[in-house]
């Protein structure tokens, strides 16, 4: 992205960021409140990446530092694969047959018995729109104006029915 486009962006999450700020006033539960903090924590974090990318660009131009063209490069590709995870976040190692959830402990996902081994990772369910309340219109237009992907989902045990 060009400079004028980063900042452009980072106007855009200012804004959204006052107005999470201010929905969260009209917030009825814990759960609501909690996930407007998440949000609001995750927009400050891409404001201090575009910060960062911004100040690497002005370095490039300026021409004081010979490798802030290799970093800018590597901030911008991190920037695109930005990702908001506001509830759950689940790891899978498939390799090792891991997992982890919200970046606690390895859990081992192989079980067996005596019918066998089975593999049993949990999965992830978004949340509704009715669990989302207000946010989910502010998500909604934060993906649209960004790009930023938002992901507001929860950890559900897949156990097998003889568990």
């Keep these: 992205m060009t400079i004028d486009q980063n900042l452009m962006l980072y106007t855009k999450l200012a804004g959204f960021r006052l107005v999470v700020v ?10 609501s409140r909690a996930l407007h903090d998440r949000l609001i924590e995750a927009l400050d974090a891409v404001h201090a990446r575009l910060r960062t990318i911004m100040a690497l660009e002005r370095s490039v131009l300026a021409g004081d530092d010979e490798y802030a063209g290799y970093r800018l490069e590597g901030e911008s590709e991190m920037f695109e694969r930005f990702a ?5 976040e ?60 938002i992901h507001a989902a929860r950890t559900i045990e897949t156990r097998c029915a003889g568990s």
């Design 22 to 31: 201010a929905n969260r006033f009209g917030c009825d539960t814990e759960f």
């Design 84 to 88: 908001i995870n506001l509830l759950d």
């Design 90 to 149: 689940l790891e899978l190692d498939l390799d090792t047959h891991e997992y982890r959830i919200n970046g606690g402990d390895w859990t081992n996902a192989l079980s067996t018995d005596c019918d066998g081994a089975e593999m049993d990772y949990p999965g992830l369910v978004a949340l509704s729109e009715t669990e989302l309340g207000s946010l989910a219109a502010i998500i909604r237009d934060i993906r649209q104006e960004t790009g930023i992907a």
